[in-house]
């Protein structure tokens, strides 16, 4: 599929909002292409979009242990459609959702499902490594148009599905900024790096450990559900390392640091997006405290009128890939406010998608990746995820 460049603007119902900006489009929002303008309808256009029979999926886990990043990111979606709904009557799209639990077994028989009901015309997701690979060609096969505003795999980009789109930055960039903080900021030259041996956690793991070279003193890897880290946690105190890196998920991250602590390791915990929820300070308490995360995310506080407009929806704050899954859920809605109410045209349309999002400025290349890419670190700090810097 070739993916020409038109210039597209706000998308139904989008908050326009600068990185930095934070400022809000209350005027007619349009939607433009290189042949004619039309009314977006979600910025309080005169005309509303109609539409019949249109519905967006969203995919990944909304149960089980791993079911906090897919709530933040369902939710994102959820407001986005809300607002375009209540802006356009006659274009009720609706929200399907297929709970992954973060299970790469069970993703082909969801995409599936997806599939097999025609009104599906965008999916929001998979959320996760594994179960975008599981999924990927069954979602390519059928020409369904995927967005993934959380699955950071770099292999993802290169299988040639032309219905893979990824909003954010991949590991191949998240993996070196870590690694850039650890050996600059840190300033640390001993680091153990440890994976959970999945899509997600190993792929960033090894990147990390391509990248530190001689920096890193010992490698170990472990597996997802792990309770007990007694044999790494031998390993890394031998080790003599300072910092370690984990790549994996906040469920076991936040076991392990509590573990480490209770053995009286003192090093720098280091940890990529997949632990950037509430939940891993919850599992870990006090033991949290200082950890290090890196995300291809946007701090809320860079997006406040979106960080508002969701905290008034649902009287909480916006979690990891909640802004994400807002932009992700505003391009297929830019495309239905376009005509594409068919996954071609709506493949078509996602394709040669540019437009300003809460996040950043939108647009993808020849293989599905975002042509803007961001990475944060974070830390815990008095028991909150909160901005530390920007890694350039």
Known sequence: MIRNKTWLVAGAALLVLGACGGTTDDTQSTTSTDTETTTAGGGGGTEGV??????????????????????????????AIDQFTEANPDCAVTLEEYDSQGSETAAPDLAQQAIDDQTVIGVVGPAFSGESNAAGPIFAEAGLPTITPSATNPNLAENGWATFFRILGNDATQGPAAAKYISETIGSTKVFVM???????????????????????????????????????????????????????????????????????????????????????????????????????????????FF???????????????????????????????????????????????????????????????????????????GKIVPDQEIK
């Open 195 to 305: 994976d959970d041996a999945s899509e997600y956690g190993k792929g960033l793991a090894d990147i990390v450990t391509e990248t530190l070279g001689d920096a890193v003193v010992e490698t170990d890897t472990t597996q997802q559900g792990e309770d007990n880290f007694s044999a790494s946690i031998t390993k890394i105190k031998a080790s003599g390392a300072d910092t370690l890196f984990y790549g994996g998920y906040y469920p076991e991250a936040g076991k392990l640091i509590k573990q480490l602590r209770n053995a009286d390791w003192q090093g720098q915990m280091v940890v990529g997006d997949g632990v950037k929820d509430e939940a891993y300070v919850e599992e870990g308490g006090e033991s949290t405290e200082g950890t290090i995360i890196t995300c291809p995310c946007l701090p809320p506080d860079q997006a406040p009128d």
């Open 50 to 79: 109609t539409c019949d029979d249109v519905k967006m999926g969203f995919f990944g886990a909304l149960t089980g242990d791993y079911a906090a990043l897919g709530i933040n990111i369902r939710d994102g979606v959820k407001l």
């Open 308 to 382: 508002d407009a969701y905290q008034a929806a649902f009287d909480t704050e916006p979690g990891t890939y909640t802004a994400e899954g807002y932009d992700a859920a505003n391009v297929f809605l830019a495309g239905i406010t376009d005509g594409a109410t068919e996954r071609e045209a709506m493949l078509e349309f996602v394709g040669s998608y540019e437009g300003q999002g809460v996040t950043k400025e939108i647009a993808f290349d020849d293989k599905g990746e975002s042509t803007n890419v961001v990475v944060w670190a974070y830390t815990v700090k008095k």
